[in-house]
């Protein structure tokens, strides 16, 4: 991912309003993300948990998205799979992050959901950079495919998010 500045992350965000972008929190200094090992920028809000954001490239834009997080369940019994990186967590470590949808839809009150890494960090995930918890089924694709897998899942949410635009 190429590098963004604060102004093109708010700038990017197409299911919210232009003060509630202004509004978010944004994750860190510019200068402080590894956007060579990112094929997104995903974080929670560390003011507002139960708010989320996703900014990617997408057809030749910057995308971002604001989402709902759900609160945790109550039970780490069972597991699940990311909707993006295919990872299997705890139960407890996925959430259903939903999102209004772009343009009128949205603010008709339809939204998108998925289940995904409660922290977002999908991409570290896929690199092997973090673990999860619970034991991964065996994959024999090679990092660049699993890398490309991601982004063609991230794609086809933010399509969906974007049909009614």
């Keep these: 991912m190429e590098p963004l ?15 509630e972008a202004k509004g978010v929190t944004l994750p860190a200094r510019p200068e402080e993300i590894p956007w060579a090992q990112r ?35 109550k039970t780490r019994l069972r597991s699940n799979i990311c909707g993006f990186c ?13 999102g209004k949808r772009a343009g009128k839809a949205g603010r008709d009150g339809n939204t998108l959901g998925i289940y995904a890494c409660g922290n977002l960090a999908c991409s570290q995930y896929v690199r092997g950079q973090l673990k999860s ?6 994959e024999t694709l090679t990092l660049e495919e699993r890398i490309a897998r991601l982004e063609e899942k991230l794609h086809k949410f933010v399509a969906r998010v974007l049909e009614s635009r």
């Design 86 to 98: 295919t990872t299997t967590h705890g139960l407890a470590d996925i959430t259903l992050f939903s």
């Design 133 to 138: 918890d619970v034991p991964q089924p065996f």
């Design 5 to 19: 500045g604060q102004d093109e992350v708010r700038a990017s965000f197409v299911n919210c309003t232009r003060g």
């Design 39 to 73: 094929e997104f920028l995903g974080w929670r809000d560390p003011k507002a948990p139960a708010r989320a954001y996703l900014v990617l490239p997408y057809g030749g834009e910057v995308v971002g998205l604001a989402l709902r997080a759900a609160p945790p369940p």
